[in-house]
């Protein structure tokens, strides 16, 4: 989908009953919402509409009472935020009276595993989307994924028990997925794992990245040359942009054996700088201790990091063990023999 804006989102708390609302939006960042009707129906995406009820107001803060349908029948009732709602409607259309009338014929019909057994546990047999049944074990979407075991199904809706004995309904294929390594057949409905090699458009071009989260249908992509701003190369985008790469994945980095000096004139800072050493004035903030080669580096509230210590051209520098890429920061050595770190001078204090 050419030109379709990258949306920055970093709340990583799903929402309550706005999960199809999500699952269905994306949105352009030059279009101007529209305002929403209340009681007629809007098609999104087929098989699913939905209707407005009420609306508390227009402002960030107010929420509008929602009704979803899937292949015409209501399935599911709940709250929306208002900006969920106009992120939504660019992307919508009041339903045409064809549109009603396939709806129509569809409700008349009912969904599979709609019906309940005669126990009211569960469907009276076969699976639901994805191909879960009653008892299957799956992978839902709380706070992250984890475990949890079918109990019911309705349609794209599975009610699920949890493992500390909650039970929630969560709608496929957003917030229910297969254990283990997903197939081609789930990537095709729109599912994707943290650490898979996928393509997303971005303007109008596919381009190689990598999934590092996902919030409901959104997911969160590591894309390297993109500038999303302030030197972020992250981009948040919805199933429909993202597809499984084709491409060789790059050859593993290399790895610096345990030792050895990352690059020409740097030698081990081992006996050269052994001891504890903190800032020169007294104040705390910065502590190195510096053991045979190794430094731990501690700053203000932060924990303690490891790294190998080399010396070389007037300075102090430091790397992760089976790095060659230098930390962000070095040290200069001063003239008194003192090291000048970010927070000011250091000296060794201790053993």
Not at 293 to 322: H, I, N, Q, W
Request: hydrophobic residues 35%.
């Amino acid at each position: 989908m050419a030109g379709i804006g990258v949306i920055r989102f970093r709340t990583l708390r799903a929402f309550s009953s706005a999960a199809v609302m999500m699952m269905l939006s994306t949105v352009s960042l030059h279009a101007q919402p529209p305002t929403p009707q209340m009681n007629v129906v809007y098609e999104c995406m087929v098989p699913y509409s939905f209707k407005f009820l009420s609306c508390t107001g227009s402002s960030p803060s107010d929420t509008c009472d929602v009704l979803s349908f899937y292949a015409g029948h209501p399935f599911q009732r709940g709250k929306s935020t208002y900006p969920q709602v106009q992120s939504l409607l660019p992307r919508c259309h009041l339903q045409t009276p064809a549109e009603a009338q396939a709806d129509a014929r569809s409700a008349s019909t009912p969904l599979p595993n709609m019906a309940p057994n005669p126990g009211g546990a569960g469907p009276a047999g076969g699976a639901g989307p994805g191909g879960f049944k009653v008892g299957d074990t799956v992978r839902v979407l709380i706070d992250g994924w984890q475990e949890a075991q079918v109990i019911q199904v309705h349609g794209a809706s599975y009610v699920v028990h949890l493992p500390n004995g909650v039970d929630v309904s969560k709608l496929w294929p957003m917030e229910v997925r297969r254990v283990g390594k997903l197939t081609a057949e789930d990537h095709a409905v729109g599912q994707y794992d943290r650490g898979d090699r996928v393509q997303v458009l971005v303007n109008g071009r596919w381009m190689e990245g990598e999934v590092r989260g996902q919030n409901l249908n959104m997911y969160n992509i590591k894309v390297p040359g993109v500038d999303t701003g302030f030197g972020d190369d992250h981009v948040d985008t919805t199933p429909e942009n993202i597809r499984m790469s084709t491409t060789a994945p790059p050859p593993a980095a290399a790895m610096r054996a345990a030792g050895q000096v990352p690059k020409a004139g740097l030698v081990s800072c081992a006996g050269h700088y052994e001891g504890r050493w903190e800032l020169a004035g007294g104040m705390a903030g910065m502590e190195v201790i510096f053991s045979s080669g190794r430094a731990t580096v501690s700053e203000g509230l932060g924990g303690a990091m490891p790294f190998d210590c080399f010396t070389g051209g007037g300075k102090v520098v430091f790397y992760k063990a089976g790095s060659f890429q230098p930390f962000d920061y070095d040290f200069s050595i001063n003239n008194d023999g003192s090291l000048q770190t970010p927070l000011g001078a250091i000296k060794k204090m201790g053993n």
